[in-house]
C-alpha cells in the first residue's frame, strides 16, 4: 500500500501516532505502529510484545509497553513534575508525600537558595555559557557556568555541570565541544505540536453523546482529568477546562521524518490562530 493511500484511507489511519511522532502514518516505525494498534496487524499472528522490548527505546511509546497504565493529567502542567523534583531534593520546600498532593501544596521559595544547603535553586537565573576551566575538557579542572539574573552576570564553578536543556542550543552554550558531538546535537528536531487549553461553559453535549474525546483531523480534543483531591468539573452543567494539541499536517509525504517535522514546523509558525 502506498503511503498516499494509507494517508486518505481512514481517519484514524491519517492521525495514527501524530501525538506521538507527528509524522503521518507513512512514517511511523512498523514496531511502533504495531504497539499503538494500527490498522493492518491483526491478522499477521504476530507473537505477543517480548518483555521489556520497548523499555529502552526514547519516544512517545517508551514506559507504556503494558497496557492499563493510563494517562496523568496534572492540575499545573508540568510544573507538578519540578515540584517532585523539588522535594526530593530539598525536602523542607514543598510539604507532602505523595504525588496526589503535590499539585495543591505551596513551595516555600525561601528555601530553594539558602547557604549551606546540599542543593541550592536560584530562580530567575538563565544560564548562558558553560566553558572547561584551563580551556579542554581533557584538562579536567571544572566547569564555569556564566548565568544572568536581574540584568546582570554572574558565575559559579563546580565539578561537572549537567545541561538539562534543548539540546539544539548546547553547543552555543558549549562552544569548546569537539564538532562531532556538536554535529550530533544539532541533528534533533523537535515535533510540532501544538496544545491548547479550551474553557467551556458546561459539558452538557458531551454528556449527552457519552464523548470522553473527540478527534478529527490533525486536532484531538479530550477532557480534564481527576487528580488528587482536585476535580475538574462537578456537573455536566459546570464550566470545565479541555485539552486539545495539534498535529500539523504532513505537507509533503515523501520528505524523511526530520525534513518533514521542519515542513510541519513552518506550517504552524504561518498559520493563522483563527484557522487553528
Not at 8 to 31: R, Y
Request: some cysteine.
Amino acid at each position: 500500500m502506498s503511503p498516499s493511500s494509507i494517508n486518505k484511507s481512514s481517519g484514524s489511519s491519517s492521525i495514527q501516532g501524530k501525538d506521538n511522532f507527528c509524522v503521518g502514518a507513512d512514517a511511523i516505525p512498523a514496531l511502533f505502529a504495531w504497539q499503538m494498534g494500527a490498522p493492518g496487524f491483526a491478522g499477521m499472528n504476530i507473537d505477543p510484545t517480548p518483555e521489556r522490548v520497548l523499555a529502552d527505546l526514547p519516544g512517545g511509546q517508551h514506559g507504556r509497553q503494558k497496557p492499563g497504565g493510563g494517562s496523568v493529567h496534572f492540575p499545573d502542567g508540568n510544573a507538578t513534575l519540578a515540584r517532585l523534583l523539588i522535594r526530593w531534593l530539598i525536602p523542607e520546600a514543598v510539604p507532602g508525600k505523595t504525588m496526589e498532593d503535590s499539585g495543591a501544596a505551596r513551595v516555600d521559595y525561601t528555601r530553594l537558595d539558602r547557604a549551606g544547603q546540599t542543593v541550592r535553586v536560584r530562580l530567575n537565573s538563565t544560564a548562558l555559557n558553560v566553558q572547561h576551566e584551563g580551556g579542554a575538557p581533557s584538562v579536567k579542572k571544572g566547569v564555569v557556568v556564566t548565568y544572568s539574573n536581574a540584568g546582570k552576570l554572574y558565575q559559579v564553578r563546580g565539578r561537572f555541570c549537567v545541561l538539562a536543556c534543548w539540546n539544539t542550543i548546547i553547543p552555543y552554550m558549549v562552544p569548546d565541544l569537539p564538532p562531532k558531538q556538536k554535529e550530533a546535537l544539532a541533528y534533533g528536531v523537535k515535533g510540532p505540536l501544538v496544545y491548547t487549553s479550551v474553557a467551556l461553559r458546561n459539558w452538557i453535549s458531551f454528556h449527552k453523546l457519552g464523548l470522553r474525546s473527540v478527534s478529527r483531523a490533525h486536532h484531538v480534543s479530550r477532557q480534564r482529568r481527576a487528580f488528587g483531591g482536585r476535580k475538574p468539573w462537578r456537573t455536566p452543567a459546570s464550566a470545565n477546562a479541555g485539552r486539545s494539541h495539534c498535529a500539523p499536517p504532513n505537507q509533503n509525504s515523501k520528505l524523511p521524518g526530520k525534513a518533514s517535522q521542519g515542513a510541519a514546523h513552518h506550517w504552524a509558525h504561518g498559520t493563522l490562530y483563527h484557522n487553528f
